[in-house]
């Protein structure tokens, strides 16, 4: 069967990697030592392994997809265009190259997401780090290391393969000479080239605290709305009535209080301060009349979606006979799932500092993608990419939300028209309503299993939503999944797991309901179905650590599992929930057993997994976007319940370790289990089947 | 006004209406203190006043004058952590971060007036801020491994 578009939602990363010019003078910034880059381009990469190293002058490959540098002193910095966000990456990938290079992962600085250092990146999505950059430094770091400790043999005269390298020391045991790193490297002061794909160790698998933990417990780390540039003012936007609204009149005579300065482009209309107080008292000063169109609203929204946008294509593929699976089976199912839009809300709200020199922009943002809003800014201004340098701090949190570049944009703007550097931080408002939000979308299953529990047909039709791990897991012989995109509601884009939460919660409700009509339990029905030995196994981890079947729930209380794959990871979910009056769902403990290969850190994977639960708690029991017309009516988290203490299950982590299989990501594909995890255990408290996220309780009542 | 910020007296000359949050992050440059909402719904902007947690997004600065005001940055001691800071490193009781200054400044507040505060009366008292990575177990487990510390160290006889 031919596989499904990449998800809509997110782009896929390009084999475009550019290793700019003006990149050269920097490198010679470096000062020598020993600079490995890592080479992904097929011709490159074969002139690599042909010619393997040279000087510092040479011509340097072109495609590179990151590099690392052992200065004189010793010093060991890699340099990648992937950002840290609260995903722990730069651990991770501080460890890649700590156990490479075998030294304390202290010597170690990573030189992360700033465009002007580091080489290009698509950026930080999809969960690629950990398979992609994380060997890529690996093979860079054992590089090095491999031509430190050759620097060394050929100085002493010794057989490479007798010396040893220890904590930043290559040493001789047998004449008990040793040189350090930083020794070496001056010595060796070439540029050596590795090949992308060399071969590369598995990791180590050790729980590394995180690496500057210590900044910020004490609030030392600047996220980029703590930084702070000479002469820095304060802006904010005058935001529009309602999505798609055009600007008719503007009064901003009220604004002209001291220091501040009104900055209007067409539409677009800010203002600077010295400080936000002012900026934002000048701000509702300005009178503006806008007129926007008629728009939707959430309770027609489910209806729109299920019209087919006119020019998208669908995206359809089937095997054997949905016909005749479906005569084949002893019970047929059909229902009806929805999901709504909801916001990501990165508790660090969009923020920016852009300051001007002359026609070069520095901008400092918190963002997944620098190089795509470096991509944005250039645009927007109409300069060159090379004249762009943007720099993104350790971020508060992303979740596929941070993709675009508008809050950089617009810090850019009044940066410009107020000449000085500007700062412009998101209210929570504008963040609910400016960003972009999870597509909300409908599936529809129908399906049909024999009496002794063999799934024989399989139909799955998701409107608008997404791809992401739409294909069920389980072994079924006629099937047809559908992707219909839908014409565009609110402004939708990337989200932690994209679509796979909303395909999991219908497939695995589904998957309940079908066994529910044959009268078998869950857990055996998934397994009689599936041949995907890896979710066997964490579904097994999951229910022997459950206890599922072993007890019975006590009044009030369900049970409920879920299982599925995405990413390269597969996970398996088993909830207790209780539901008390007015239908308020308390979940009450979760065990997820969770694959990704061979585990990295495992407290830093067991904290994300903890945490994707915890997120997975908000689509499921509260949040969704409310909007009429146009506008957001829930834009504050008075109004929009994220998860918070009360909300928290006791949660076991089961970690499958592979160590015989190549790391995945696993920022994101924690998250799917959950809803549907929580669905089937409301159906058993209840005898309510619901199948709406979030499930509130008005449903339940 | 006066601010007396992480005992240090600051002379400022501000519009006693704005927010003690954005006084602290720009007139003070103590940006360990975070936006979160400008409501009072997220905690990220916890400080404390006399030793009490409060919302500084919703504190008019003109409220915090003369008193005194902690924030992240005064939790050291000579270069050595509060026994919650050490707490919240040892449990990775933090994935982004964001909320963490916020967090330990309630978790201070709290072991302050309850040393040895049961899973219960912590989630209930931090209830207030939002860690929207999730770290919620996490942050309950420091809290309570800073609780042994403290009560460990009151208890251990004095040298």
């Given at each position: 069967m031919p596989e499904l578009e990449l998800e809509r939602y997110e782009l896929s990363e390009g084999p475009a990697y550019r290793f700019e010019s003006n990149r050269r003078d920097w490198l010679k910034s470096l000062g020598g030592g020993l600079l490995v880059l890592l080479v992904v381009s097929d011709l490159e990469r074969a002139q690599a392994q042909e010619a393997g190293r040279g000087g510092w002058n040479q011509k340097l490959p072109e495609n590179i997809g990151a590099w690392l540098h052992i200065a004189p002193d010793g010093t060991v910095t890699a340099f990648t265009g992937k950002a840290e966000m609260g995903q722990n990456i730069r651990t991770s990938l501080t460890q890649a190259v700590a156990e490479e290079l075998r030294c304390a992962p202290s010597r170690v600085k990573l030189e992360m997401a700033d465009t002007s250092v580091v080489p290009f990146d698509m950026g930080t999505f999809g969960s690629r780090t950990t398979p992609t950059m994380a060997p890529q430094l690996r093979r860079m770091a054992a590089s090095a290391r491999e031509t430190l400790v050759g620097a060394a043999a050929k100085q002493w005269g010794a057989d490479a393969a007798s010396l040893t390298v220890a904590d930043g020391w290559v040493s001789d045991p047998a004449s008990g000479q040793r040189a350090g790193f930083g020794d070496l490297a001056r010595r060796t002061d070439l540029v050596k080239c590795v090949a992308g794909d060399a071969a590369v160790k598995p990791p180590a698998g050790t729980s590394l605290p995180k690496v500057d933990a210590r900044d910020f417990v004490t609030g030392r780390h600047r996220y980029a709305a703590d930084m702070r540039r000479p002469g820095m003012l304060h802006g904010r936007i005058l935001r529009p009535s309602a999505f798609n609204a055009k600007l008719v009149s503007v009064d901003a005579s009220a604004a002209a209080m001291p220091g501040v300065k009104v900055i209007r482009e067409g539409d677009f209309v800010g203002v600077v301060a010295p400080d936000e107080h002012t900026a934002g008292k000048a701000l509702s000063a300005i009178r503006a009349q806008w007129t926007a169109p008629r728009q939707i609203s959430a309770a027609d929204l489910f209806a729109e979606l299920r019209k087919p946008a006119p020019s998208e294509r669908h995206d359809a593929r089937s095997a054997g006979s949905l016909d005749e699976g479906l005569r084949a089976a002893d019970k047929t199912v059909q229902s009806t799932y929805t999901v709504a839009y909801i916001a990501h809300t990165p508790l660090e709200p969009r923020a920016a500092v852009a300051e001007w020199n002359g026609g070069n922009l520095t901008v400092w943002t918190g963002s997944q993608r620098p190089f795509g809003v470096r991509e944005e800014l250039a645009q927007a201004f109409g300069i060159p990419e090379e004249s762009v340098r943007v720099i993104v701090p350790d971020t508060g949190s992303a979740y596929g939300g941070k993709h675009t570049g508008e809050c950089a944009i617009e810090a850019a703007r009044l940066a410009k028209g107020a000449g000085k550097p500007v700062k412009l931080v998101w209210t929570r408002e504008e963040e609910f309503t400016w960003a972009y939000f999870r597509p909300a979308g409908v599936i529809d299953v129908r399906s049909g299993a024999t009496k002794d529990g063999r799934i024989t047909a399989w139909e799955f039709t998701n409107y608008n939503s997404g791809g992401s791990a739409i294909d069920p897991p389980y072994d079924i012989p006629n099937q047809t999944v559908t992707f219909?995109?839908?014409?565009?509601?609110?402004?939708?884009?990337?989200?932690?797991?994209?679509?796979?939460?909303?395909?999991?919660?219908?497939?695995?409700?589904?998957?309940?309901?079908?066994?529910?009509?044959?009268?078998?339990?869950?857990?055996?029905?998934?397994?009689?179905?599936?041949?995907?030995?890896?979710?066997?196994?964490?579904?097994?981890?999951?229910?022997?650590?459950?206890?599922?079947?072993?007890?019975?729930?006590?009044?009030?209380?369900?049970?409920?599992?879920?299982?599925?794959?995405?990413?390269?990871?597969?996970?398996?979910?088993?909830?207790?929930?209780?539901?008390?009056?007015?239908?308020?769902?308390?979940?009450?403990?979760?065990?997820?057993?969770?694959?990704?290969?061979?585990?990295?850190?495992?407290?830093?994977?067991?904290?994300?997994?903890?945490?994707?639960?915890?997120?997975?708690?908000?689509?499921?029991?509260?949040?969704?976007?409310?909007?009429?017309?146009?506008?957001?009516?829930?834009?504050?988290?008075?109004?929009?319940?994220?998860?918070?203490?009360?909300?928290?299950?006791?949660?076991?982590?089961?970690?499958?370790?592979?160590?015989?299989?190549?790391?995945?990501?696993?920022?994101?594909?924690?998250?799917?289990?959950?809803?549907?995890?929580?669905?089937?255990?409301?159906?058993?408290?209840?005898?309510?089947?619901?199948?709406?996220?979030?499930?509130?309780?008005?449903?339940?009542? | 006004m006066d601010l007396v910020a992480n005992g240090e007296r600051h002379r400022l000359n501000v519009d006693p209406e704005r927010p003690l949050l954005f006084v602290l992050r720009n007139e003070l440059d103590l940006t360990g203190t975070k936006y979160g909402c400008g409501e009072g719904e997220c905690g990220a902007c916890t400080v404390l006043i006399d030793g009490v947690p409060r919302r500084s997004c919703r504190t008019p600065v003109s409220a915090a004058a003369g008193k005194q005001i902690t924030t992240i940055e005064g939790l050291e001691d000579a270069g050595r952590l509060h026994a919650v800071q050490q707490a919240f490193i040892d449990a990775d009781a933090m994935q982004c971060a964001y909320c963490t200054s916020g967090m330990i400044l309630s978790a201070v507040a709290l072991l302050h007036r309850n040393p040895t505060p049961t899973d219960e009366q912590i989630r209930r008292a931090m209830e207030g801020n939002i860690c929207r990575c999730g770290a919620y177990n996490r942050i309950v487990a420091a809290v309570r491994k800073a609780s042994t510390a403290i009560t460990a160290r009151a208890e251990a006889p004095h040298a």
């Open positions: 219909t995109p839908s014409r565009e509601v609110l402004r939708q884009g990337s989200y932690r797991g994209l679509a796979a939460t909303a395909n999991h919660f219908a497939r695995e409700s589904h998957i309940d309901e079908l066994a529910a009509a044959v009268g078998m339990d869950p857990l055996e029905f998934r397994r009689r179905n599936l041949k995907n030995e890896r979710i066997r196994a964490v579904l097994d981890a999951a229910a022997e650590r459950f206890g599922w079947g072993r007890t019975k729930p006590a009044s009030g209380h369900g049970y409920g599992l879920a299982c599925g794959t995405e990413k390269g990871g597969q996970i398996a979910c088993c909830a207790e929930v209780s539901v008390g009056p007015q239908g308020r769902v308390r979940i009450e403990r979760v065990v997820e057993a969770f694959e990704c290969g061979a585990v990295v850190n495992p407290e830093h994977l067991k904290n994300q997994i903890e945490g994707a639960i915890l997120m997975g708690i908000g689509g499921a029991l509260f949040e969704a976007i409310d909007f009429d017309n146009g506008r957001i009516l829930n834009a504050r988290l008075s109004k929009y319940r994220v998860p918070r203490f009360s909300d928290a299950p006791a949660i076991e982590v089961v970690l499958v370790d592979r160590k015989d299989l190549p790391s995945a990501g696993a920022g994101e594909t924690p998250i799917v289990g959950i809803a549907p995890a929580v669905a089937n255990a409301i159906y058993q408290a209840t005898g309510k089947r619901i199948r709406s996220m979030p499930m509130l309780p008005q449903m339940l009542a | -």
